[in-house]
């Protein structure tokens, strides 16, 4: 199987996989943008109630599509993942670190006004969550919405994509439980394995968020 037709098919192949998983009383967390569609569809097959987690990844500032870390949104602020080898490979100091990180939480804390639309962070001290991805290739983003979950409380936390790369996933079962669909030992891209991978809009997580 090469993958899905949309971020909703992956979502219900996912929802059937981990039903079986997880207990009664979970939280769905989609890290947006790209989780919400999926993790909207994990809901609805659990029966749970669906939240979002802000992500953004922190890119070198001459190559912002090499990451070497990640901030998540959190109850007041964001909470980071750095990748302290990254940051030496990349010949980061402090001040290139911080410029980026005040960049990106920026555009974190506006991006989570504008999904939100005033509701509060679901409470998940003492809950289980379920977080979810469309994918996971570094697990940049990934780490650091575990990181947020735990400081929030979560009583455990299960991280659930429909694809990701076999390296990453056996890596981030060090940090949290992992249900993945596909780990195909050949590992391209995560939009790879989608007929369709546009990116959702605004609007589209906004309608998905209030239900």
Do not use: N
């Amino acid at each position: 199987m090469r993958g899905f037709r949309d971020r909703a098919a992956a979502g219900r192949a996912l929802g059937e996989l981990i039903r079986e998983q997880v207990p009664d009383d979970v939280v769905v967390v989609g890290l947006a943008r790209g989780g919400v569609p999926v993790a909207a569809e994990v809901a609805t097959a659990l029966g749970a109630p669906l939240d979002v987690c802000v992500v953004r990844k922190l890119g070198a500032p001459a190559q912002p599509e090499f990451a070497f870390g990640a901030i998540a949104e959190d109850d007041g602020g964001f909470v980071e993942f750095i990748d302290e080898a990254t940051v030496r490979v990349l010949h980061l100091d402090g001040s290139d670190v911080d410029q980026v990180r005040r960049a990106e939480a920026a555009e974190l804390a506006r991006r989570a006004r504008a999904y939100r639309e005033g509701r509060p962070l679901v409470d998940v001290r003492g809950r289980q969550v379920v977080l979810v991805d469309d994918g996971l290739a570094t697990g940049a983003t990934m780490r650091a919405a575990i990181r947020s979950m735990r400081e929030r409380g979560a009583s455990d936390v299960t991280v659930a994509v429909p694809v990701g790369a076999p390296e990453t996933v056996s890596e981030l079962r060090a940090d949290a439980k992992v249900v993945c669909a596909l780990t195909p030992a050949e590992f391209f891209a995560v939009g790879y394995f989608y007929d369709d991978f546009t990116a959702p809009t605004d609007e589209e997580l906004r309608a998905l968020l209030r239900g």
